[in-house]
């Protein structure tokens, strides 16, 4: 089975689709990827998810990816004298570092990093953003702070600092402990909350090292400033539109949102769109029209994958959402103005050689009207270079390693496929007209081109191009 789509569709596992026939009907209705997300649950509901979707796997015969994505850490108030306190716009408050109730004279802050890193002019948020405070002024152990929007503030609720750059690891105790839980379990990506800067790449990439591919979550202003860096420092981008329209002005999400996944896409990284996308699909059956726009815009953006997350993991209608979704993109790539708009947005010069050869063989499969492009890859990188130019026809990726095939269900176009080695140039050949037959996207007389690095085996040495008629 393949898709009738390019992009692809990231759900969110939960109590609404954890049960192994609900796996599969999600899969069904075209989920490619499924994320456990380890803020909930515990490590032995993830186990048992995880088992789950390795034995449809199996069952379906199609590589499947597995995100698990970590808490990080959580910076949230302490507790209030009688559970909530109102603030008004234009009132004083005062956070204090040590403290276990307070008032509005004595909020409990029990974040020492936040003490140390905070300066005057720089704003609070509280409870997703529904409390602003701007910091007047800063002692040993306390914060003084000027009520901008005022509303409640109640035990444990979060709080965000847009400009501050905080000496805090991405990676708690917890998080480290369900890093390696997930990598002995066989995750394919592992996503990266609370990235501030490139140097939370590396300390990630120390741990993770190639077990799995490390995705970064954008979710920080901080991180912004860094990009390129952390673009190239990861395997994965995910634009986390909650957690960052919390910290940037939501009129500035939508155009970071397109300069996010343009970057991805030049430098040949899978990039998600995330959050909110179907909200409304939590509790009704149907999505705003507003949010069908929503999910097209991101797709025009040429996004690799959007993404579900309450949608799926908590809500009345999991399968109506993915599917919804996946009409939606379909429609979307099949609208007469998508390839140009998608071929406007990254229109740049090849800069090296793999690239210019993965570009030619776009263009050439277009233009001789062939069905597909078969790519033979070690670690995934000449699909996505392929996948870089948006072709407008499905990528046939055929490679030996199946942690590499489940990571390109991410992977914008691709159709991913576990094979076993390749050892020689005619082996290829004939493998690739095999598959593109098998598979369903050629049959005898068709064209496809093949797309490989010689000497098999090395990754990265995209250099190899061959036009093949498909053989009675």
């Known amino acids: 089975m393949h898709r009738n789509r390019r992009a692809k569709i990231v759900a969110t596992v939960g109590p609404a689709s954890a049960a192994p026939e609900q796996l599969k009907a999600l899969f069904l209705a075209g989920v490619d990827t499924f994320r456990m997300n380890f803020s909930h649950g515990v490590q032995e509901d993830h186990a048992k998810v995880h088992a789950a979707i390795r034995a449809l796997e199996r069952e379906v015969g199609r590589p499947i990816g597995i995100l698990q994505d970590l808490q990080g850490p959580k910076i949230r108030i302490g507790t209030i004298r009688d559970g909530k ?23 409990p802050l029990p974040h020492d990093e936040i003490f140390a890193a905070i300066a005057p002019g720089q704003d609070l948020l509280v409870d997703d953003g529904r409390v602003r405070a701007r910091v007047t002024g800063i002692g040993d152990d306390y914060l003084d702070a000027k009520v901008i929007n005022g509303g409640t503030l109640s035990n444990r609720k979060g709080v965000n600092l847009p400009g501050t750059v905080l000496d805090l690891s991405p990676l708690t105790q917890k998080d480290r402990a369900d890093l390696e839980f997930g990598l002995k379990l066989g995750v394919d990506w592992v996503a990266l909350s609370f990235v501030q800067r490139p140097a939370d790449l590396i300390e990630a990439r120390a741990l993770v090292g190639h ?5 970064s979550k954008i979710e920080k202003p901080s991180a912004l400033t860094h990009i390129d860096d952390i673009i190239r420092l990861s395997d994965a981008i995910m634009v986390a539109r909650g957690d960052l329209g919390v910290e940037i002005p939501h009129e500035d999400v939508p155009g970071r949102q397109k300069e996010l996944v343009r970057a991805c896409r030049l430098a040949a990284k899978p990039v998600i769109v995330a959050t909110q996308m179907l909200d409304s699909m939590v509790a009704a059956p149907t999505p705003t029209r507003a949010e069908a726009s929503d999910v097209a815009t991101a797709i025009y953006d040429g996004a690799d994958a959007v993404m579900l997350s309450a949608e799926s993991a908590t809500g009345q209608y999991p399968r109506e959402a993915v599917a919804m ?10 609208h007469k103005l998508y390839h140009s708009i998608i071929a406007a947005s990254a229109n740049v010069e090849e800069d090296s050689a ?3 050869v993965a570009a030619a063989a776009a263009g050439l499969a277009e233009s001789i009207g062939a069905k597909a492009i078969v790519a033979f890859t070690s670690s995934g990188t000449t699909a996505a270079r392929i996948a870089r130019k948006r072709p407008a026809l499905p990528i046939l990726s055929i490679t030996p390693d199946l942690q590499v095939a489940r990571q390109m269900a991410l992977l914008w176009g691709a159709h991913s496929m576990n094979s076993e080695d390749i050892n020689s140039y005619e082996e290829m050949v004939n493998v690739a007209a095999a598959t593109a037959r098998q598979e369903d996207f050629a049959k005898p007389g068709d064209l496809v081109v093949v797309v490989a690095g010689i000497p098999f085996g090395q990754s990265g040495s995209t250099n190899n191009l061959r036009v093949v008629r498909i053989g009675p």
């Open 211 to 215: 077990r799995a591919g490390l995705m």
């Open 85 to 107: 306190i109102s603030v008004a716009a234009g009132e004083t408050i005062r956070f204090v570092r040590n403290g276990s109730e307070g008032d509005k004279t004595a909020i």
């Open 325 to 334: 979704m996946d009409r939606i993109i379909a429609s979307t790539e099949r």
């Open 354 to 356: 793999p690239h210019a």
